[in-house]
């Protein structure tokens, strides 16, 4: 079970080096259906999870076109909400998701945080 931890790690750290040295990579993720997919793992997996999923996230969120998948994907900001309840070191990960997020000014995304209740989280 350790083995699989840090295979997740490496894989993880491997795929976020990738996202943030070539950004126009981040284009080609929409359409290949890995952002729902990423959403649901981060909320229903160990917090572990959770964090590794919200790091993948970081460099997605400063990509329009992911942003706007997020948007897409009616549970993006609980998933994240979700993940950083899960763990302590998650939360200022999350908090950089959102902050990136946000500045590409998606009405859908700041809905989703509205009716997720994010701002008294």
């Given at each position: 079970?350790?083995?699989?931890g840090?295979n997740?790690?490496?894989?993880?750290?491997a795929?976020?080096?990738?996202?943030?040295?070539q950004?126009?990579?981040?284009?080609?993720?929409?359409?290949?259906?890995?952002?729902?997919k990423?959403?649901?793992l981060?909320a229903?997996?160990?917090?572990?999870?959770?964090r590794?999923?919200?790091?993948?996230?970081?460099?997605l969120?400063?990509?329009?076109?992911?942003?706007?998948?997020f948007?897409?994907?009616?549970?993006?900001?609980?998933?994240?909400?979700e993940?950083?309840?899960?763990?302590?070191d998650?939360?200022?990960?999350?908090?950089e998701?959102?902050?990136?997020?946000f500045?590409?000014?998606?009405?859908?995304?700041v809905?989703?945080a509205?009716?997720?209740?994010?701002?008294?989280?």
């Amino acid at each position: 079970h350790q083995n699989g931890g840090d295979n997740a790690e490496t894989v993880a750290c491997a795929l976020i080096a990738l996202l943030t040295s070539q950004p126009i990579l981040a284009e080609q993720v929409p359409p290949l259906g890995h952002i729902p997919k990423l959403m649901q793992l981060i909320a229903a997996k160990p917090a572990e999870c959770g964090r590794l999923g919200l790091q993948i996230l970081v460099p997605l969120a400063g990509n329009d076109s992911c942003v706007k998948t997020f948007c897409n994907t009616p549970t993006s900001i609980r998933s994240v909400m979700e993940a950083m309840r899960k763990g302590h070191d998650a939360v200022a990960v999350g908090a950089e998701v959102c902050h990136k997020a946000f500045t590409k000014n998606q009405p859908g995304l700041v809905a989703q945080a509205l009716q997720a209740d994010l701002v008294s989280y």
